[in-house]
T-cell receptor, first 114, second 115 residues
Framework: AQSVAQPEDQVNVAEGNPLTVKCTYS??????LFWYVQYPNRGLQFLLK??????LVKGSYGFEAEFNKSQTSFHLKKPSALVSDSALYFC????????????FGTGTRLKVLA | DTEVTQTPKHLVMGMTNKKSLKCEQH?????MYWYKQKAKKPPELMFV???????INESVPSRFSPECPNSSLLNLHLHALQPEDSALYLC??????????????FGSGTRLTVV
């Protein structure tokens, strides 16, 4: 069965510091991996995806993610955090068994401190 | 237009009421989705419409009834809900149905409270 794990419920980082939000996955075959961000009382916003190609994927708002096949990880990163980055972040993998629906992680709350 | 618009933003309804949630997109997307999200949890898929046909129903109770009148509109009809159905209901769309590499565009959701 395919699954996604986000091991940290919350990540705190000081403004200006680099941030990492962790995600590991378990799939059979090639993974289709996504990151979404959710601000309070809002829907999810697509940040970036890895389908194939370069392991470093660049996305919206200065975020990037590194795909590591050997560690089955897809960590979200940003070189310099902003207070406005504070939000709930979801990692997701696509179910390739036929439905193509998302399998979401449990979410990580990022808090950037001024 | 790059948005998914959901109305109303907030809805309070009694357990005997009938109400509808609406979702609209004008991006030419051919797949539309309903998700339910409880506080501090990931979204849970409810229904998928692909090319205006219902393609996935995730064993959702019949008190939730989806409708896709055309390629731009998606409704969710609600009847005889329970308090545990209170949640944020999210609509989303994607360019093509059944494609594993498409990202979704989500609406801001309808915050539903059942009293």
């Amino acid at each position: 069965a395919q699954s996604v794990a986000q091991p940290e419920d919350q990540v705190n980082v000081a403004e200006g510091n680099p941030l990492t939000v962790k995600c590991t996955y378990s799939v059979s075959g090639n993974p289709y991996l996504f990151w979404y961000v959710q601000y309070p009382n809002r829907g999810l916003q697509f940040l970036l995806k890895y389908i194939t190609g370069d392991n470093l994927v660049k996305g919206s708002y200065g975020f990037e993610a590194e795909f590591n096949k050997s560690q089955t990880s897809f960590h979200l990163k940003k070189p310099s955090a902003l207070v406005s980055d504070s939000a709930l972040y979801f990692c997701a993998v696509r179910d390739l068994s036929g439905t193509y629906k998302y399998i979401f992680g449990t979410g990580t709350r990022l808090k950037v401190l001024a | 237009d790059t948005e998914v618009t959901q109305t109303p933003k907030h809805l309070v309804m009694g357990m005997t009421n009938k109400k509808s949630l609406k979702c609209e997109q004008h991006m030419g997307h051919r797949a539309m989705y309903w998700y339910k999200q409880k506080a501090k949890k990931p979204p849970e898929l409810m229904f998928v419409y692909s090319y205006e046909k219902l393609s996935i129903n995730e064993s959702v109770p019949s008190r939730f009834s989806p409708e896709c009148p055309n390629s731009s509109l998606l409704n969710l009809h609600l009847h005889a809900l329970q308090p545990e159905d209170s949640a944020l209901y999210l609509c989303a769309s994607s360019p093509r149905g059944g494609r594993e590499d498409d990202g979704y565009t989500f609406g801001s959701g309808t915050r539903l409270t059942v009293v």
